[in-house]
T-cell receptor, first 110, second 115 residues
């Protein structure tokens, strides 16, 4: 079993839709939960991170962590074609080793 | 400046060649990372340097040799690579403390092809 599981998609939505991206994890020691966005042929870019459980909002993006169910979510409101990318969830226990999910490819159609 | 730069952008090398990848950051970060990413796969950690000392080596074959000459620079020396080593090599940096490693800044990567 992978420590972080993520459906690779692809996920295709119309412009303006609310996008829900999800991951599950198995390591109870994970403390930090991150979402990275990666455009084709580019390096990942940190979107948001959350420490422990709870919600965090930044503009159109909301990250949620539910440690009781080991569930990580990213919501994108009013999705735009420019949001088309691969979204990687990731986590670590407080050390240097970050574990990434497989990444979900998102396509937002104009 | 939140930029991590990597050179070269593309590299094609034969299995007998020796080449080096270079990474640079000027954010004052004291942790630097090398990742390998195959197509449609997540990044896989290879090495971590913390305060210029090798902190993590994820059992990477010795044909990959990292070097951290100073706090801003990270090199990856390549020798006798195999075609399966063809991938996107990503460099990242973060503040030097372990519990700040969730804020990693990635470079654009070097796309390596081994022929």
């Amino acid at each position: 079993q992978k420590e972080v599981e993520q459906d690779p998609g692809p996920l295709s939505v119309p412009e303006g839709a609310i996008v829900s991206l999800n991951c599950t994890y198995s390591n109870s020691a994970f403390q930090y939960f991150m979402w990275y966005r990666q455009y084709s042929r580019k390096g990942p870019e940190l979107l948001m991170y959350t420490y422990s459980s709870g919600n965090k909002e930044d503009g159109r993006f909301t990250a949620q962590v539910d440690k009781s169910s080991k569930y990580i979510s990213l919501f994108i409101r009013d999705s735009q074609p420019s949001d088309s990318a691969t979204y990687l969830c990731a986590s670590h226990t407080g050390g240097f080793k970050t574990i990434f999910g497989a990444g979900t490819r998102l396509f937002v159609k104009a | 400046d939140t930029e991590v730069t990597q050179t070269p952008k593309h590299l094609v090398m034969g299995m007998t060649n020796k080449k080096s990848l270079k990474c640079e950051q000027h954010m004052g970060h004291r942790a630097m990372y090398w990742y390998k990413q195959k197509a449609k796969k997540p990044p896989e950690l290879m090495f971590v340097y913390s305060y210029e000392k090798l902190s993590i080596n994820e059992s990477v074959p010795s044909r990959f040799s990292p070097e951290c000459p100073n706090s801003s620079l990270l090199n990856l020396h390549l020798h006798a690579l195999q075609p399966e080593d063809s991938a996107l090599y990503l460099c990242a940096s973060s503040q030097g403390l372990r519990d700040r490693s969730h804020e990693q800044y990635f470079g654009p990567g070097t796309r390596l092809t081994v022929t």
